[in-house]
């Protein structure tokens, strides 16, 4: 069982910044893939960033070079630095790990940001 653990978001302001933290039970380093997901009210799920294992990482069209997705492996943890934050960024967010030897996806509990205009 990997247990993930979001932290940051909150309320801000458009063009403010916020950071969300996602903190491993497992060791990050053997995960094929982490991202960041995001759905807004009355909208499916979308991926926002993700990260592999070899250091690879892609955005969605729509927060390319204002989100930047990292991580610590020492610590277990992927980071989304959000710059620039627009009032349609405004979502619950989710931390997802893939691996392929897995069964199935884990995804951490699900944190709100809200930009205000």
């Known amino acids: 069982q990997v247990q993930l653990v979001v932290s940051g978001g909150g309320l801000v302001q458009a063009g403010g910044s916020l950071r969300l933290s996602c903190a491993a039970s497992v060791s990050i380093f053997s995960i094929t893939a982490m991202g960041w997901y995001r759905q807004a009210p009355g909208k499916q799920r979308e991926l926002v960033a993700r990260?592999?294992?070899?250091?690879?990482?892609n955005y969605a069209d729509s927060v390319k070079g204002r989100f930047t997705i990292s991580r610590d492996v020492a610590k277990n943890t992927v980071y989304l630095q959000m710059n620039t934050l627009k009032p349609e960024d405004t979502a619950v967010y989710y931390c997802?790990?893939?691996?392929?030897?897995?069964?199935?996806?884990?995804w951490g509990q699900g944190n709100q940001v809200t930009v205000s205009s």
């Open positions: 997802n790990a893939h691996r392929v030897e897995w069964t199935k996806d884990y």
């Open positions: 990260i592999i294992s070899g250091g690879y990482t």
